[in-house]
Every structure is written in C-alpha cells, then in structure tokens.
C-alpha cells in the first residue's frame, strides 16, 4: 500500500480544488470496484486518492423528459428509475449485488471495455455528461466523450458531475451475451433504440460494447436502418455493418474473431426483438 | 500514512477507531477489532467472502476505505447471530449441510439477509441472482439456495 493521503471531499467544489492542487497524482475513486481492486493488488499504486462518494454526487432527478442522474449514484440505484427501461436492464446485469451497491454510473463510463456495459446503454439513450472544472461546465454527448481505450475528452482538471439522459422516444433493447448468465464480463453487449414512423425506422441508434476499445455507436449499422422496414434482409445487412465497423480484442474472456461473429450474432438477435416489439 | 479517527455504529454499538487512512473496513474488522467473521478472500470484490452490510445494503469489505463508513451503520455476521441461539439462515445453513469448509458461508449469509429484508419472499431464480457474487467452491449452492428458501419460509412462518 503505498497511498500517502485519502481525501474524502464533501462538496464537488471541494472535489474540484483538491484535483487542482494535487493534479495528476490524484487518483480519483467513485465506488472504488475498479481502483481497489488494483490498489489492493498492488498493480495501481497511487500516493493520493480522492474519493467521491460523499461528495453529494448521488441523485436522480426526472424532469421535462430528462433524467438527471448524479455521477455517484449506484449501479442499484438505477434500477429505481422506471422511466428506462433499458437503463434499469443494463444496471441489474451488471456485476453482483454487492458491487452494484458500490459501483456508480460515473465509474461505469470509465471502466476499461468490457466492463462498461452501463455505458453501452446510456450510448443508445444518447446521454450527454455535465463535466465540471473550477471555471465552469461543459456538455458533452457520450458518444462524443470516448477516445480510446482507457481514453476520454476528460481534461486534467475536469471531474464528471452528472448524466443527463433523455427519457427514449421509441423502442429499445439491450442484451448483453457473456459466458454465465450474470455477474459476468462481456463477450458482446449491445444497446439499441428505435424511432418508427410506420414501417420505417426514422432514427436508430445501436451501442456496442466489447466489440472495440471503448463502448462506441455502430453508425455505419445505423445508416443501414433508417429509411428502411426492418425486414430480414435489412436486419442482415446491419448485422453485417457492425461486424465490418466492429474492431474487437482477444482476452480472457473471448477472442477477437469470436467477438466480432457474436457482434452480427446479437445486433440481429436484437434487430429481430424489436420488430417483433409492439410500438 | 497519517492516522485517523473515524467514528461509526458496528453491530448497533457506536466505535471509534484510530486507523491508518485509507485501509479497509475488511482489514480494520479482522486484524484491528477481532471481527473475524467478515473473511478475506480474493480482495478483489470478485469472492463475496468479505460481505457486510452498510445501512442495511450488501457491500464488500475489501473495497471499502473504513473513512467512507463513517457515521454509517455496519453490520457484519456477528451482528446478525442472536444473543442466544441462531438466526434462521444460519440454522437453515446447518441444517441443509450448505457449509462444507465454511469459508463462504458468513458472506453468503450476509448477502441472504440483505436480500430477505428487501424481498421476504424471493423465487429460487431471485435467491440464485443475488447470491451471484458470492463464490463457493465446495457445496455445489444447492444446498445453500435451499436454506435460504426454508430461512425466508421460517422467518414469515413467525411473522418477523
């Protein structure tokens, strides 16, 4: 153990002038189910620590068609937010009981592909984050927000304070395909939401997860979609788009070329659940 | 490493306790206070050994700075044994043979109760989706799903 100083800040302000002063030797914590673990291990070995779960970023306000939630609020917490259904999905197939009662939504968006399958849906949601620096907010779309892998638009002096995610317009799905049936890593997860006019998807937005270095929008199997019925031959051909825009990684869990046939495997699987779906 | 004191309710008694800043609640439990029940295993939040409950929810010792805890109610094992006799788990638990070398078992009861308070009557798919994080490698769960079916059937039987 190799941690000098813990803070534990009260206020997000607070949060703030501690990451200003101590800058990148800070290692900043929400539930600690990722940086424990490593901490523990000996793999991560900070001198600092801030930790924000007293940081009154737990909460969740529904407005207007907007759920706000704050970035501390747990994974189990989501569950309580009836209003998406395909956010309380992604959450109660996260982890176990015990890490859902510690990890946050603000942590998910930053843990390593494949874990993040919280992430995955709020991609599909089109959640934008409100990240905070001593000066000021700034809103950034998810889909905007990832760079690479273990990459994000996060400046050194800007914490993640909230996720404002519109509540769907159309239809939505999210399975996520791991090697148990739960408290599992991904081999794939996919998150998608469907706006129809008739027979026609209008809008669709499809979310990957597993099948890149960070959870990324599979625009080119969008593209596909809209204009189109979701008929067989249209369903096969965003599959196939997926697969071709996917670039997955082998590890412990799956291989590169295993993950990339499950890409086309689920986006269809998806695709062919949602046509059934009522509207 | 500077030294703490951090003050909080274990087992309904208010302690405070002089800790080097941020070890864990797992460690201060077991080597500091004599807590034992609460285990150590794979330190990873990956075994459910260490489980507690924080304000009544499931939490894993191992990944909790024992700062983060102040002011809040910990409950671990003991605290769940009565004075005299056995909580229904932990009667069920022997009764079912759902301890074999033992080392699972105060998590796993730990996370049972949690999941009783909530939900006094789970589905065995309930029991089995909550227990999930809890990692025995020696009855099979077989046995362990069922004392917590009969703990849930004996608890409402007396109508607590």
């Known amino acids: 153990m190799t941690v000098k100083e813990y803070f534990l800040p009260q206020t997000l302000d607070e949060a703030l002038e501690l990451l200003a002063k101590h800058g990148s030797s800070l290692l900043v914590m929400a539930g600690g189910t990722l940086a424990m673990p490593l901490i523990n291990d000996g793999i991560s070995l900070p001198e600092k620590v801030m930790g924000l779960r007293q940081a009154g970023l737990n909460y969740i306000n529904q407005t207007n068609g907007t759920v706000t939630v704050g970035a501390t609020t747990t994974l189990n917490q989501l569950s309580d937010i009836e209003a998406i259904s395909v956010l309380q999905e992604a959450a109660n197939n996260a982890a176990s009981l015990s890490v859902r009662n510690m990890g946050t939504v603000g942590g998910n968006i930053f843990a390593p592909s494949p874990s993040g399958d919280v992430a995955v849906a709020l991609l599909a949601l089109d959640a934008k984050l409100k990240l905070v620096d001593p000066n000021g907010e700034r809103i950034v779309p998810l889909a905007d927000f990832y760079i690479g892998f273990m990459m994000t638009d996060l400046q050194p002096d800007e914490l993640l304070a909230e996720i404002q995610v519109p509540v769907p317009a159309g239809k939505t799905i999210y399975i996520k395909f791991g090697r148990k049936l739960a408290n599992t890593p991904s081999v794939v997860a996919v998150a998608i939401h469907l706006v129809m006019h008739g027979d026609q998807v209008k809008d669709a937005r499809i979310a990957l997860n597993g099948a890149g270095p960070n959870p990324f929008r599979a625009k080119n199997a969008e593209a596909v979609l809209v204009g189109s019925s979701l008929n067989v031959a249209t369903i096969d051909a965003a599959a196939k788009a997926a697969m071709e825009e996917s670039d997955p990684f082998t590890d412990a869990v799956a291989s590169e070329s295993y993950r990339r046939k499950m890409v086309g495997v689920f986006v269809g699987r998806a695709l062919n659940q949602l046509a059934e779906q009522e509207d | ?160």
Not at chain 2, 94 to 107: N, R, S, V
Request: hydrophobic share 35%; with cysteine; proline share 5%.
């Open chain 2, 1 to 160: 490493m500077k030294p703490k004191i951090v003050s909080f309710t274990l087992n309904g008694r208010h302690v405070d306790v002089i800790v080097n800043s941020f070890s864990t609640l797992q460690t201060l439990l077991r080597e500091q206070l004599g807590f034992t029940a609460t285990k150590a295993g794979c330190k990873q939040g990956g075994c459910g050994s260490c489980t507690v409950l924080v304000n009544g929810e499931s939490m894993l010792s191992c990944l909790l700075p024992v700062e983060d805890v102040a002011g809040q109610e910990v409950t671990t094992l003991e605290g769940i044994t009565p004075l005299e006799g056995l909580h229904p788990l932990q009667e069920t638990f022997l009764e079912h043979l759902a301890t074999q070398c033992g080392y699972c078992t105060p998590g796993m009861i730990v996370t049972s109760k949690a999941l009783l308070d909530r939900n006094p009557n789970p589905s065995r798919e309930e029991i089995i989706k909550a227990l999930t994080g809890n990692v025995c490698r020696c009855t099979g769960y077989e046995p362990i799903i069922k004392a917590v079916q009969d703990a849930a059937q004996r608890i409402n039987g007396k109508g607590a």
